[in-house]
């Protein structure tokens, strides 16, 4: 489904001659390819699963927003105005990102279903909240919640 959407995206900027979202769809589309091809290395034929691609997209936009800072301490506007234009296209693809509040609420229930009393539980957590809300939350922001709560 994932991949589809890609594919008509690219071909619907093109068409619209939009030449931003044309590079950073193609640039998406190439590390799926890479990581598919890594997948098939390991015996998975099929490439890697839709979660995987959340998680790909999701790293994309946290280098973005890193090279955002860069750019800014080093003076450089137009490039970390291109890396934000970059970053809302690739947000396109993934879900409805989770607030504040949800996230919350999501990380509490998981700590109560799976009974975790401190920071020795905090893997666990981390890992049932990825499989549930893969590409909704921000699990750097999540990571920081869960130790909040486990201390």
Known sequence: MLRTRLNEALKTAMLAKEVRAV???????AALKDRDIAAR??????????DDILGMLQSMIKQRRESIG?????GRLELAQQEQEEIEIIERFLPRQM?????DAAIKAVLA???AKGLKDMGRVMTALRERHAGQMD???????????LS
């Open 139 to 149: 699990f750097g922001k999540a990571s920081s919640l869960v130790k909040t709560q």
């Open 113 to 115: 279903e799976i009974d």
């Open 41 to 50: 290395s390991k015996g998975n034929l099929d490439g890697i699963s839709e």
């Open 23 to 29: 590079s950073t769809v193609r640039l998406i589309l």
């Open 99 to 103: 607030t504040e509040a949800e996230a």
């Open 70 to 74: 860069l750019y800014e301490q080093g």
